[in-house]
């Protein structure tokens, strides 16, 4: 038996119609993001509404995920799209190593080499613009 809500595979028209039917005035604060629809909140959603959300198969993420519209939203449904969702590995399965820690280089490369490096920048841009003249616009 699966615990996955059913309504997690319904297309985003069935969602939209099941989330005017069950929250009509929460509507305009629904978003659109490729399929995927996201449902947008000044803070924390009350109780009732987070669980209406649940049942109508939406999932709560901590990171913000920006709209293209420029508004940012915590609740998403995938319309039956598929969710990738990282696996974490027990403790006793996962050998864990000591951090590495990067020190700055002791000695600066010498100019000379820093001369060659800039030269050879401007020598590729130099025969980036030429193919651009040459390729047709």
Known sequence: MSDRNPNRDLPADQ????FAKNLPELVENLGADREWLWFVSDGKPSED?????KELGFCFTPAAHPLPDG???HWYHSCGGAVFR?????????????????KAAKNPAPRSRVAESSNINSD???????????LPT
């Open 71 to 73: 508004r940012t939203a």
């Open 15 to 18: 969602v939209v119609h099941l």
């Open 86 to 102: 990282r696996r974490r590995a027990h403790t006793e399965q996962v050998e864990r190593k000591p951090a590495r820690k990067y």
């Open 124 to 134: 590729a841009l130099a025969q980036l613009e030429q193919l651009a003249a040459i």
């Open 49 to 53: 509404v987070r669980t209406t959300l």
